[in-house]
């Protein structure tokens, strides 16, 4: 009998450290992906500058060829 309780302890114990680890884990790779998202979200900012910088050069030179 008093084995039984004392495995029955032991399980409750490991199912809860497993659950623990497991929100631990889910926590940190929802970091990660956050973290990943606001990267990308940094680098298609700056091309969409780059592109935009890019655009008014082009039509600052189209203007300079109408007024020619």
Known sequence: MEMIIIVTIVAAMLSIWGLG?????????????QAWHIKKKQ????????LKDMQNLYETEIRKFDHS
Request: net charge positive.
């Open 43 to 50: 680098e298609m900012d700056r091309k969409l500058q780059k």
């Open 21 to 33: 680890y497991v929100f631990i884990s889910a926590r940190n790779n929802i970091g990660r992906h």
